[in-house]
């Protein structure tokens, strides 16, 4: 298949010129030629199929073959989640994240958190690979950090399905067990786990406590289980 490629901002022409840093990748890197074809997404469903007729290791011009729009397909899945200090795992988070095709991420600063500060640029970068590498032409919305609290009460009035996944010896309903609608967000803990001050808040602002299997998870793994089952689950 002929390769993807990002561009924030797709002009309405029927010839397109590439940014500099995806003209470089072009000529440099692939050392693609005039006359190939490839595909250029903006991430937020617009595709379009064309081809090179000009290359230049700085400015690289297409020539516009077809234009689609391609429909959201599935769950809308909204992962809000703990960073965790290990950034190697939680990038890893975010790129399977992206490929499963989450609709939006959301870190969230709770009490045991003790990564405070993100790269949200390399995170987007990191986020805009995964959908060019899995052919997909969603993007996630990637939000910048929110504590738990301000993001507990901005969640109050919201139409999704609100799910929050715990350690705690507590009642919690596995999530194969679960009716799930079409919206759904869905709660990740730090390393250590939420208090148990902030999961009460969280059954307080209408989240229901889930159990992603047997055996306890990571924070990154757990979101990418948790993210995996709500996606695939029909």
Known sequence: MAPFFY???LADASVIELDADTSHHIAQVLRMQVGEPLYLTDGNGHKIYGQLTSVAKRSCVVQVAQRTVEPFFGRNVH????????????????????ELGVRSIRPILTARTEKQRLRIDRLKQISIAAMLQSQQVWLPKLDEPISISDHLMAMKSSRHQRLIAHCVDAERTDLSQLVLSDEVELLIGPE??????????????????????ATRLRTETAGVVGSAWLRLQR
């Open 192 to 213: 250590g786990d939420f208090t148990e001050l902030e999961i009460s808040q969280a059954l307080e602002a209408g989240y229901s406590p889930v159990l992603l299997g």
């Open 7 to 9: 561009i924030p901002f």
């Open 79 to 98: 992962l809000t989640v703990a960073p965790i200090k290990n950034n190697s795992r939680f990038e890893w988070l975010i790129e399977k994240a992206t």
